[in-house]
C-alpha cells in the first residue's frame, strides 16, 4: 500500500497530529514554520529516515509533492491555507475551528465544491473513549428518542503563574488575547454532533463575566468566563454547550438524554460513564443504573493509548487517512459542511450574546440563498495578519481590557519566558 506524503503548517499542534500520521504508516515530508527553531526541530523530529523540506512560505510548501497537509496554523487563519490546498486538488486535515468569519465559511465551501480534495476537519474529542460509548449506546437505540446534549469543555488555568498564556502567545495581539468565549466550540459541540448525528438549526448564547482580577500576567480582552450556548437541532432535539470554559475544575463532560434514558461520563471520574434508564424502560441485560469504565474493542488499542488527547487524535487521523485510501469524504460530524456549521455556532454565538440573546439562524451552506446572506460577513474580534483591527468586541463588556499592570507583567513575563517570533 503506498505511503501517503504529509505536510504540516504550523509545528506546534501539527507535530504532535504529524506524529499520528507517522504511526499510521505516513510520510511527513514538508513543515512550514514562521518561527526558525520550530521549523528545524520539527523537521528533524518528523523525519523517520527521509527527508523533511522546510518552509517559511506556504505559497511554495504546497508546490511539494504531497497528498495532505495538516493545516494546524493560528486557531482562526484556517480557510485560506484550506481553500489552497482545494486549487491543488491537495486533501485538508483542518484543526478547529474551519474558518474564522463567516464569508470565510461561504468561500471555503465554494471552493471545495470545485476541488476533488476530501477535507475533514480534525475535531479530536469524539474519538475519547468515554464519547465513543455514547455515540455507541445512541446508535443502540435503547435511550428512545433523543431530545437533550449537554457538552462541556472546561479549561481554567492559574491566574498567578500566566505560564499558560505566555507559552502559548507570542505577542499581546496574539488570537488567544482575543477570542470570545463561544468561539472555541468545537470540543463542546463537535463530541454531541457525533453521538446523536443532530446537526444545530438555530442559536443563542448568554455570557457570564469573570475577568481574571489582580495583579497577575494577563493580555486577555475577554473578560467572559464562559458562554452558554443553546442550540435548536434539525431533529427538533436541544444542545446545551460551551466554548473554552473557565468555570469550577478543569474536565470534559458530555451528557446525552432520550425518551428511556440517558449517558453522560462522570466529572472528576475519568473514563467511567453512567447510564441510566426509566425503571419501565431497562432494556435486557441492563440495570436501571449502570456505571462502568468502557472499553476500547478496537484493534489499534495500543497505538490509541499512545495518542494525545486520550485516543482522540490517533482516531481522527485514522478516520482520515481511510477517507483518502477509499476515495470518501469524512462522516458526520467530521465533514466540511459540520466543520462550517460548527464555525457559525461559534460565531452566531457571540453574535447572540451581544445583541441580548436573540436567536440566530444557522446558515445552510448547501443552499445558496444562505451563502448570498453571508458572503461579506467579515466582522471578526481578531487583529488581522496585515495589522487590521478587530471588528467586533470580544467581551460581553464591550469596553473590557485588562488593567495596565497585568499588562505590564504580560509583557515583561513574555520577554523573558518565551520564545521570540
Partial sequence: MKRLKIGVFGTGRGGDLARNFMMLGCDIVAVCELNPNYRSGSAKWLSNGNIVKEFDNFDEFI??????????????????????????????????????????????????????????????????????????????????????????????FNPAEGHYEMNNVAKAKHWRNYYPSSYYVTHSIGPVMYATGATPKK???????????????????TGDGVSIITTLNDDNSVFRVTGCAKFGGHHN???????????????????????????????????????????????????????????????????????????????????????????????????????????????????EEDRAKWENDRLTPFYGSDGSEPTLPSCSHTDFKPTEKQLELYNTGVEKHVFKV
Fill in 203 to 221: 442559536v443563542v448564547s448568554f455570557a457570564a463575566f469573570a475577568p481574571t482580577e489582580g495583579d497577575v500576567p494577563c493580555a486577555s480582552f
Fill in 253 to 367: 463532560s458530555y451528557r446525552v438524554c432520550g425518551t428511556k434514558g440517558q449517558i453522560e461520563n462522570l466529572r472528576g471520574m475519568g473514563e467511567q460513564v453512567m447510564l441510566r434508564y426509566n425503571e419501565w424502560d431497562i432494556p435486557e441485560g441492563r440495570e436501571e443504573i449502570n456505571l462502568y469504565t468502557p472499553e476500547w474493542n478496537d484493534k489499534d488499542e495500543e497505538l490509541i493509548k499512545e495518542s494525545g488527547h486520550g485516543g482522540g487524535d490517533f482516531v481522527t487521523v485514522r478516520h482520515f487517512i481511510n477517507c483518502i485510501r477509499e476515495g470518501r469524504q469524512p462522516d458526520h460530524p467530521f465533514d466540511i459542511h459540520s466543520a462550517v456549521t460548527m464555525a457559525s455556532v461559534a460565531i452566531l454565538a457571540h453574535r447572540s450574546m451581544l445583541d441580548g440573546g436573540i436567536s440566530y439562524d444557522i446558515p445552510d451552506f448547501h443552499l
Fill in 63 to 156: 508546490k511539494e509533492d504531497m497528498d495532505a497537509v495538516i493545516i494546524a496554523n493560528f486557531f482562526h487563519e484556517h480557510a485560506p491555507y484550506a481553500i489552497k490546498c482545494f486549487e491543488r486538488g491537495i486533501h485538508v486535515f483542518s484543526e478547529c475551528i474551519s474558518n474564522g468569519t463567516m464569508a470565510e465559511g461561504v468561500e471555503l465551501i465554494r471552493a471545495f465544491e470545485k476541488s476533488n480534495s476530501i477535507y475533514m476537519l480534525a475535531e479530536n474529542y469524539p474519538g475519547m473513549l468515554f464519547n465513543r460509548e455514547i455515540k455507541r449506546i445512541c446508535d443502540g437505540g435503547t435511550l428512545g428518542k433523543i431530545m437533550y446534549a449537554e457538552g462541556e469543555y472546561n479549561h481554567p
